[in-house]
């Protein structure tokens, strides 16, 4: 593991029919449409709810509609932020990757893009991850209890988890769903992360569902 770099996500506001802007500069990052379209690396069309890993130099077109995006990337913790350029672009949350629990020094990480949907009242029982990762909402509303405090999120509110410290999920009213971005020990590639606190819980009933959409192994970032 190494304390030299950290998780950030951003959010890029595209007007409709803007203009080609500069690329995103190169970095390990995943993309994420939360709505309208994008179009990415030349040909790579994107609509809501789509993802895309990329670690190129990565030019965004928006679509007629114009789009909301929340961009992923590894970046050095002492790196400036990285803005879009042709977009109202801001840096949401940050978190350090030095909780990833690799076998060793040498493992690979993984970047894993994926969302979490409850039913109305659904709840995650007090587990923790193998490594960290960013949630933000994408519908509904939830209280995420951790590290002895509770916290409630609205849709496009982001939260940071460690991995290590136990956290309880509770989703309002209403049917709720997160994405998150974690980045995990790449022996985790195609498998849960999650650890249940109280054991006797692995093998209850579960509110949530999964959907994954990106599971790329991305080596180890260097400077």
Do not use: N
């Given at each position: ?12 506001i595209?007007?409709p ?16 449409v939360?709505?309208?379209a ?15 890993y990329?670690?190129s ?35 949401l ?21 994926d ?7 659904g ?16 519908e509904?509303d939830?209280?995420?209890d951790?590290e002895?405090a ?15 410290d136990p956290?309880?999920a509770?989703?309002?009213d209403?049917?709720t769903?997160?994405?998150r971005?974690?980045?995990?020990p790449a022996?985790?590639?195609g498998t ?5 606190v ?6 209850r009933?579960?509110d949530q ?7 790329q192994?991305?080596g180890?970032?260097?400077?």
């Amino acid at each position: 593991m190494s304390d030299a770099f950290e998780l950030r996500m951003y959010r890029d506001i595209y007007a409709p029919g803007a203009a080609p802007a500069l690329p995103l500069k190169a970095a390990h990052r995943v993309i994420y449409v939360f709505s309208g379209a994008i179009t990415v690396l030349g040909d790579k069309a994107l609509s809501a709810d789509d993802g895309l890993y990329a670690k190129s130099a990565m030019p965004v077109l928006a679509g007629p509609a114009g789009a909301v995006v929340w961009r992923y990337e590894i970046a050095a913790q002492d790196a400036a932020e990285s803005l879009a350029d042709g977009a109202q672009s801001a840096l949401l949350l940050s978190g350090p990757l030095t909780t990833i629990d690799v076998a060793d020094a040498s493992e690979d990480w993984l970047l894993r893009l994926d969302s979490v949907a409850f039913p109305a009242g659904g709840c995650a029982l007090r587990h923790t991850h193998r490594g960290p990762g960013i949630r933000c909402l994408v519908e509904g509303d939830i209280r995420i209890d951790a590290e002895g405090a509770s916290h409630p999120f609205g849709v496009g509110a982001p939260w940071f988890e460690a991995g290590p410290d136990p956290v309880f999920a509770q989703a309002g009213d209403q049917p709720t769903r997160f994405v998150r971005v974690s980045v995990l020990p790449a022996s985790l590639k195609g498998t849960s992360s999650i650890r249940y606190v109280d054991p006797e819980d692995a093998a209850r009933p579960k509110d949530q569902s999964y959907r994954g959409y990106i599971d790329q192994v991305i080596g180890r970032p260097s400077r």
